[in-house]
Structure formats: C-alpha cells, structure tokens
C-alpha cells in the first residue's frame, strides 16, 4: 500500500482533494475507484474527470505488483501495458526493450528496469487478481 502521492500525475493540490474525499492510499483509490460507478462518484466529489480517475486507478492496480512503483506504471502505460492483465501477457524481451526504447526518447525514469525484472514483474502479475473492473 503506497501513499496517493505516489501515483504519477498526482500533484500535492490533487492529492489534497483525494484526501477531503477520504482517499489516501492507493488500496483506499481502488476500493473507491474499482468500480464504474464508484470512479464516477469520486470525480464527483473531488471534481476531478472521471477518465483521470481511471488512469489512476489503473497505476494504482499495476503498482500492486512487486517492484513496480509510480514511475514505472506510467512507463509501462507508454509502452501500452494499462492493466495487470496486458502486463501478464507481454513478452519479457520484448518489453524491456519497449521501455528501453521509449524511455531513450522521453526519459521517463532515472532508472531502467533490467530483463529480469520485467520477468519478475510478468510473473507476479500472473498471481494478482485486477481490481480495477
């Protein structure tokens, strides 16, 4: 469980409403957020757009998995992986060289994640259910 601020993209001024709106770690975002009806309500409350809701909620998910913090989800995210479920099924050569690649043009992270931990990342999600419907 990260605090809400880990989330890339989410600002200390976002990060407040959250707050207001009783949301402050990602496992309180996915309880909130999991569902349609419950983004739609947090947007509500929050007056953020409910699409950004979603996107956030989708990092949250994807950051359960073991070694993928805030600045990885949004990598992977550029590179097309949005959820747990296409994470489970890339292939690991592949996809480091994806991140390898799109991170040479935008620098997105300080750090690359190296083959193996792309595995590690594949694997694990294989046993973590999605909980963002």
């Known amino acids: 469980m990260a605090r809400i601020d880990e989330i890339a993209g989410i600002d200390p001024r976002l990060a407040t409403r959250l707050r207001k709106a009783g949301v402050r770690t990602t496992e309180s975002l996915l309880k909130r ?57 890339r292939n690991p050569t592949a996809l480091t060289a994806k991140l390898t690649d799109h991170n040479g043009r935008k620098q997105m992270v300080r750090r690359l994640p190296t083959e193996n931990m792309v595995t590690a990342w594949i694997e694990g999600a294989a046993d973590i259910e999605p909980l963002v419907r």
């Open 33 to 89: 957020a999991g569902t349609k009806a419950g983004r739609e309500q947090l947007a509500v409350e929050t007056a953020l757009d409910s699409d950004q809701v979603m996107r956030w909620a989708l990092r949250a998910d994807i950051m359960r998995v073991k070694g993928v913090g805030g600045e990885y989800a949004v990598l992977l995210e550029a590179c097309g992986v949005t959820t747990i479920r296409d994470l489970r099924r």
